[in-house]
């Protein structure tokens, strides 16, 4: 499986984005899906994670009510919608795909990544 994150950029604080990931075959539709995210000189954390069927997501308390996950198993995509932007969600955002049809806060528990796309919030 190959993963290709995009739709980053940069955005003033209180601005949205919306990032998409693009597996390259129908497998991954039966995997849970996960974004994470690195900022330079911390360690990569969990920010949404949704199931194979999109019945179950999980957020982290910082984006919590700002963020949503979805996906389109027809499209073989997984979106996060990022609202409410703030300069510390500057990042490198990841997605990836979980060893098993629910995701996890765990990236040991991911098995496939994109490569990553940056946000940048300007204060």
């Known amino acids: 499986v190959q993963l290709q994150a995009s739709g980053g950029g940069l955005v003033q604080a209180g601005g949205s984005l919306r990032l998409s990931c693009a597996a390259s075959?129908?497998?991954?539709?039966?995997?849970?899906m996960g974004w994470f995210r690195q900022a330079p000189g911390k360690e990569r954390e969990f920010v949404a994670g949704?199931?194979?069927?999109?019945?179950?997501?999980t957020y982290s308390d910082s984006v919590k009510g700002r963020f949503t996950i979805s996906r389109d198993r027809a499209k073989n995509t997984v979106y996060l919608q990022m609202s409410s932007l703030k300069p510390e969600d500057t990042a490198v955002y990841y997605c990836a795909a979980s060893r098993t049809s629910y995701s996890s806060t765990d990236y040991s528990q991911y098995n496939y990544w994109g490569k990553g796309t940056q946000v940048t919030v300007s204060s």
């Open positions: 949704i199931s194979w069927n999109g019945a179950s997501t």
């Open positions: 075959r129908r497998t991954s539709s039966n995997n849970g």
